[in-house]
């Protein structure tokens, strides 16, 4: 555990960001893709959005919100709650 905190604390706060936006989009996007591999990631320029100081901490999830729920009750057959 020493080692992935130190490997963590490492990096700057601004490249951990990009890695988490990172990660994200890649959650959303196999959400869209219903939970399948043929998704291709959206470049939002996260360079870009960090030189001019516009880069996200968090990423819009409404997709998430709003279709997530209504997938899982199809799939399981419950009403969502």
Do not use: Q
């Amino acid at each position: 555990m020493t080692t992935v905190h130190d490997a963590f604390t490492e990096f700057e706060p601004e490249t951990l960001n990009k890695v988490f936006l990172s990660l994200f989009m890649c959650y959303n996007a196999i959400v869209e893709c219903n939970g399948g591999n043929t998704y291709a990631l959206p470049h939002i320029r996260k360079d870009a959005l960090a030189w001019t100081g516009e880069l996200p901490v968090m990423i819009d999830a409404t997709f998430l919100s709003t279709h997530l729920v209504p997938m899982a009750s199809i799939v399981t057959g419950s009403s969502p709650v």
